[in-house]
């Protein structure tokens, strides 16, 4: 089994019984200790993980971390755990890390409640670990460029010195996407009057600055809007005809405007659990790679290789009843409703039929929907 099918039958696993772990050591066994296991680690040979690691810090002695990773008999990554029911952002269990990693030789500090991973470095100021993690990783919530990055720290990849370089560039460019994402709903007025300045001669008054920050919102929006409009059309224009192209021009604005309120879209766990029931039953007749999914705001659409013209189904399920659609031959979408969710297992074969079709076709109408 690849890296990435490991990761996702964890998080399969964590989807389905986190709501009956209640407490710290509950969640180091159900959670922690098999992700560890799916990282390469022998979490049963304390030579190779230490469990209740003694990190004393000076004037508290008997401190301890829960986990510490050995390389030559050295901690290289400590593990701070805490319950799946309990939120990281909570300041004492940074400092709990900090405390540890200060005193230690480890370079790489995890802080976990077994669905979020959050990894720490000393990159602002040697053996002292940074304020801010320099990659994360969501069991519930994962793009496939997450699980390569997470791989550098699997026991056969590991390598210390070449993460430092790593973990620079990831937490600059998680800074800097921060800023930028900060900036397209909020723009400063320095962010601001450098765009204004490259077409206003005038001076940066205040009601200058006011005016240009309506029109920088305005352009940003605009210009992601048109990248995207141009980048979808290429592909459409690759793979369809100009009439395919028209029948889809609906769907393509719905998703500019969708990626455009991207940040407003809560995936639930209930379409993630969907979307692997899905995924098992599809597991028989075609490779699960290929199988992706697209969260809007209206559905949660389950699709091949990311194509959005290779709809399978889609799952809408924020709603009063939970309703299932599938995309029949002719691109129509038949709904049916659902009380729960193991009731899609009795439309397995409707749904392996859409899916080997789609993987045979290349031109597909755009789906309509009409109710069963």
């Excluded at 490991?6 to 922690?32: P, W, Y």
């Amino acid at each position: 089994m690849d890296f990435i099918d490991q990761i996702k039958a964890i998080s399969q696993q964590v989807l389905k019984l986190k709501d009956q772990i209640q407490n710290e050591q509950a969640t180091k066994a159900a959670f922690i200790m098999p992700f560890l296991q799916t990282l390469g680690y022998n979490v049963f040979n304390p030579m190779e993980v230490a469990h209740e690691f003694t990190a004393d810090v000076p004037g508290l002695k008997g401190e301890k971390v829960d986990y510490a990773i050995l390389m030559e008999d050295k901690p290289v990554i400590l593990i701070e755990c805490k319950s799946c029911n309990e939120n990281l952002e909570h300041p004492k269990h940074n400092s709990q890390l900090h405390r540890y990693f200060h005193v230690t030789a480890a370079k790489f500090g995890i802080l976990t409640n077994g669905i979020l991973y959050r990894f720490y470095t000393d990159i602002e100021k040697s053996n002292v670990m940074d304020t801010k993690p320099f990659f994360e990783f969501n069991l519930l919530n994962f793009e496939e460029l997450a699980v390569n990055e997470l791989k550098r720290f699997t026991k056969t990849s590991f390598n210390p010195n070449e993460l430092e370089g790593v973990a620079k560039n990831l937490l600059y460019a998680k800074e800097i996407k921060r800023i930028m994402a900060e900036q397209l709903t909020n723009p400063s007025p320095e962010f601001v009057k450098f765009f204004a300045s490259q077409v206003y001669s005038g001076r940066m008054m205040t009601t200058v600055v006011d005016k240009f920050t309506e029109i920088t919102k305005k352009s940003l929006k605009e210009f992601i809007n048109e990248s995207i409009t141009d980048k979808l059309k290429s592909v459409i224009d690759s793979t369809q005809t100009t009439s395919s192209v028209k029948n889809n021009s609906d769907e393509t604005v719905e998703i500019i405007e969708l990626n455009i309120k991207e940040n407003e879209i809560v995936t639930t766990e209930e379409e993630l659990e969907g979307f692997y029931v899905v995924k098992s039953i599809l597991r028989e007749v075609i490779d699960t790679h290929r199988i992706q999914y697209k969260d809007t705001k209206a559905y949660f659409g389950i699709n091949l290789d990311g194509k959005v013209t290779k709809t399978i189904c889609r799952l809408y399920f924020n709603q009063s009843k939970k309703v299932i659609g599938i995309i029949d031959a002719e691109g129509k979408e038949a709904k049916t409703n659902i009380s729960n969710i193991d009731e899609i297992y009795g439309l397995a074969a409707i749904l392996k039929d859409r899916a080997k079709s789609l993987s045979k076709e290349n031109l597909l109408p755009n789906p309509t929907s009409t109710d069963l």
